[in-house]
Every structure is written in C-alpha cells, then in structure tokens.
C-alpha cells in the first residue's frame, strides 16, 4: 500500500534490508532502464560508430541534457521534494495544492523560455564545442532542445511522487524514452535515410511519455494542481523557498555540467571520435552506477528529510553509514570486474564493421581511467542527499565549485598528451576530491556524528576492497586460456562466452567469502532475500 499525504512519517530505524525492500522495485526498473539506455547506444554504434555523425547526435543531446540535469534532476529534487515533503506533514491539503500549482506554473513559464533561447542559440552552443559536422549539429540540437521542458515537469512530477514513496512511475519513465529511442532508429531510419535524425525524433517523443506517465498516478494521489499567474506564483511563500534552496544549487550543478560542455569542447578538439568514445564509455559506467546509487539515493532523501525534521539524528547517522556501506558492496567488485574485463565487454556490446578496432581501442582507453572513479561518484549521489534533506543546499555547491575547478585545470593539462584518457582520469580524479570536500563540510553539522558514520565504513571498504582484488585474481589468470578457446566463433560466443564465464568465477568467489567473514550487509539481504521466497512459494 502506497503512501498517502495523511501518513506519518517511517520512524523506524532503517537497516540493510529496508533499504533494499524500498530500493529493490526502482533498481529493477533503473536496471532496465540502463540495460535498455545501453542498446540505446549499441543502436547508435549499429548505425553511427564513432564517425563525426555519432558526434553530432552527441554533442546535440548533449546541450538539452546539461540544462536537464540543471534544472530537473539536480534542482527540482533537491529543493522540491524537502519543500513539499514539509507541506505534507502540516496536512493543509489546500495550501499543498497552492504550492504546487504555482511551483508548475512556474516551472513551465522557465522551461519554455529556455527552450526557445536553447533553439536560438544552438549554433553559438555548438561552435563552442567545436564539432566537424556543425550544420547537422545545430539541426539535431533544435530538434531535441524541447526534451528539456517534458523532462523538468516529469522530474517535478517525480519529486511528488517520491515525497510519497512512490517510485515505479518515475522508473518506467526512461524505459519508454530509450525503447521509443531505439524503435525510432530502426523504423526512421529506412523513411528519412539519417539514422541520427531518427534518433533524435525518437528522444522528443519519449520525453513526452516520460512526462506524461507520470501524470495519472500525481492525480491519484490527490494531488491536483492548475495554472496560475506568474504573479501569484512568484509570491507563493513555498514556491519561493524552492528559489531560495534552488540558487545555490543551481550555480554548483552549473558549475558540474560547464564541466561536461568544457570536457566535450576539448574531446571535440581532441580528434574524430574521442567524444563519442567518451560517452560510449560513459554509458556502461552508468550502466552499474544507475541501478544502485541513484536507485538508493533517490529512496534515501525522502526517508533522510523526516528524520532531520524530527530530530531523529540518531537514525539519520545509522542510515546513511549504511548506505555509505552499501554502495561499496556494490560498486567495488563490479568496478574490478569491469576493469579485468573491459575490452571483452566492450567488443561483446559495439563492435561491428562501423565501430571498428579504432573504436574500441578509444572505448576502452577511456573506460579504463573512468571506471575507478565509480564507487566516488556513487558515494556523492548518497552524500548530497544528507545535505539536501536538511535543506542545505550551499556546501554541496562549494563543493561542486572547487571540484569543477580541479577537473577543468587537469582535463586541459592532460588531454593533449593524452586525448580521451586525459579527460576520462581528470573526471575520477575529480570524484575523489568531491566525495573528500564533501565527508569534511558534512562534519561540521554537530547533529552528524562523522565518526560513526564513516569510520566504521572505512574499514568496511577496505575490507570489500581486499576481497575483489582476491575474487579478480582467477578472472586474470584464467581470461588468455578462454579466449584462446572461444576464438574464431561468432562475436556473442568469442567474447560473450569468457565474459559470463569470468562473471560466474569472480561473484560466485565473492559470495563465498562473504559468507566466510559473515558480512551482515550480505547476511541481511539473503535474509530478505528467503523470506521473499517463502513468501512467493
């Protein structure tokens, strides 16, 4: 039973297997979001490879993507969702709806006006970057800038819904967007002859469905809202509170996607193909890091929110070090499997006769020095939360400042020597940086005690961290011997064979030392794990 607006909040102490009881219905849906986002990409190497084509339909969903995450994702949900979980709690059903109505009266009324300057200026955003096929950039890029407004009122609808536990909608969402994505390519393509303009009718159409999915089950809810006057929505005493909390995170989340647009502008100067290469590599990291950590954080800041607003500091520390622990479980095996196997993967997923040996040999290169930074950036997106939900929105913006800083001295340092990998390792090297600026601001709150929640998880990382160095061990041995034996078959058996092979020796070895050292994160979901399926039989 879904939460409505009349419940209290869960002041229950959350362990390891809540956590993923709420967590496990949106990671499935994010898991084939990703999965579906990854043959999103595999489509476009099918049909674009790393040519200055597949650079342009980059860089141009790239632009409408950095204001996306600008204001919807990064803005929206941090300063929405606290603002409105507190509207709840008071019970007034008729000042939430003041509220919402004028948060959306407002939000559309900037939205469009980004839009129609994003479409006005997308030959200057485009000669920024520097691209070879300019022209068809600057096409690409008008026709994909709406993408911006349905997916900010889709985040704004998800920020509603995740204020009431709900999180199935919002995660069914992407899974149109990059099954309409992937249809489009295929059936467009043969009709209008330009895979890349297919694609991009593709993204317009499912961010319509990502907003409009969403839609029912906020009316569902209770929730209503209409179209005010830009007036009467500025002065909204909520509306205004989410501009108050939004300003300081928008200069920092400006701050991060400046870091992607300056990063792409010097991979576009860097040759033919390396942004590409950079985004394919990209996918797969956010492949793994899209299923957990944006799955558990997007859980936490609402559960976080309550228990700052009533105090319950000692409940707020106990879940965020698990969470903290949670992230390493998942991240660092997976993070020193896919470096032991990243060409394997990589050559299984893209090549073809369009991504060639040039391809991945780019690819890879550039996953190889994006992939130890994923456990940082997972444990950014579980840290933030533990600022937004005490409505503290600045020391994540500082952080944000100093990280862009860092990451823009060092991609321009390295990648002329270096190209793709230059800036692939300035992006990790700056997650680190980020995730240490962020454990220091978030000690200086007395009612977080530091020591408790990160020095028993720093021993809980190092110890996940010893046991996948043992678990890839066999995976190094054993790799040359499988790929020796599966050569000259067909490309799902030459590479696919080894991999899943690879996959069954290093998660079945790390299972079993788990349950060697009885780790309780483990202990715990297989725990749930049986009771639902005593429960199912």
Not at 4 to 26: V, Y
Not at 151 to 167: E, M, R, Y
Not at 294 to 308: K, M, Q, R
Request: charged letters at 15%; one cysteine or more; glycine letters at 6%.
């Amino acid at each position: 039973m879904e939460k409505t607006n009349c419940d209290q909040p869960e002041n229950k102490p959350q362990t390891t297997a809540s956590l993923f009881r709420h967590g496990s219905t949106l990671s499935l849906l994010t898991l084939v979001s990703r999965v579906l986002g990854l043959l999103r990409e595999m489509t476009k190497a099918r049909f674009l490879g790393t040519s200055a084509m597949s650079d342009a339909f980059s860089v141009a969903f790239l632009l409408p993507n950095l204001f996306r995450r600008l204001f919807a994702e990064g803005s929206i949900a941090v300063a929405f969702i606290p603002t409105f979980k507190e509207h709840t709690l008071e019970n007034d059903r008729e000042k939430t709806k003041e509220f919402l109505s004028c948060t959306f009266t407002f939000l559309s009324f900037f939205v469009t006006l980004m839009v129609v300057a994003g479409i006005i200026a997308a030959p200057l955003l485009v000669r920024i970057i520097g691209v070879e096929e300019f022209d068809e950039t600057v096409f690409l890029t008008r026709v994909m800038f709406p993408f911006l407004a349905f997916i900010s009122l889709a985040a704004l609808f998800q920020g509603v819904l995740n204020s009431f536990h709900v999180f199935t909608p919002s995660g069914v969402g992407p899974i149109l967007l990059n099954i309409i994505t992937i249809l489009c390519a295929y059936v467009l393509t043969p009709l209008i002859g330009c895979p890349a303009r297919a694609m991009a009718t593709g993204v317009i159409i499912g961010g319509f469905m990502t907003m409009m999915i969403q839609l029912p089950f906020v009316l569902k809810h209770g929730q209503t809202f209409f179209v005010t006057g830009l007036k009467r929505a500025f002065k909204n005493p909520g509306t205004r509170k989410v501009l108050r909390l939004i300003s300081p995170t928008i200069i920092g989340m400006a701050a991060y996607q400046l870091n992607d647009l300056v990063s792409t502008a010097l991979a576009g100067r860097a040759g033919e193909g390396i942004v590409s290469s950079l985004q394919y590599s990209l996918r797969l990291q956010e492949l793994f890091l899209g299923v957990f950590a944006v799955s558990i954080g997007t859980v936490l800041l609402p559960n976080l929110t309550e228990y700052a607003k009533t105090s319950q500091w000692e409940i707020y520390n106990r879940r965020l070090g698990t969470s903290m622990n949670i992230i390493a479980l998942i991240t660092i095996p997976i993070t020193f499997f896919s470096l032991a196997q990243g060409q394997n993967l990589i050559r299984l997923l893209f090549q073809n006769n369009i991504f060639d040996e040039t391809s991945v040999s780019l690819t890879y290169v550039a996953f190889i020095f994006h992939m130890p930074g994923l456990f940082f950036i997972a444990l950014n997106r579980i840290l933030a939360p533990a600022f937004y939900a005490q409505s503290d929105t600045k020391s994540p913006t500082i952080a944000g400042l100093i990280s862009f800083a860092v990451n823009i001295v060092l991609a321009a340092f390295l990648v002329g020597p270096f190209r793709g990998a230059g800036i692939a390792f300035a992006l990790s090297f700056t997650s680190i940086i980020n995730t240490i600026l962020l454990l220091v601001f978030l000690g200086r709150n007395k009612n977080i005690k530091l020591g408790v929640v990160v020095g028993p998880s720093l021993l809980y990382i190092l110890k996940i961290f010893v046991l996948s160095a043992i678990a890839v061990v066999p995976v190094y041995l054993l790799s040359p011997w499988f790929k020796y034996i599966f050569a000259d078959n067909i490309k799902i058996i030459s590479y696919g064979a080894p991999l899943l092979i690879n996959m069954f020796i290093f998660f079945t070895l790390g299972i079993f030392m788990l349950a060697v050292v009885k780790d309780r994160h483990f202990i715990a979901i297989k725990k749930m794990f049986n009771k639902r399926l005593k429960h199912d039989v």
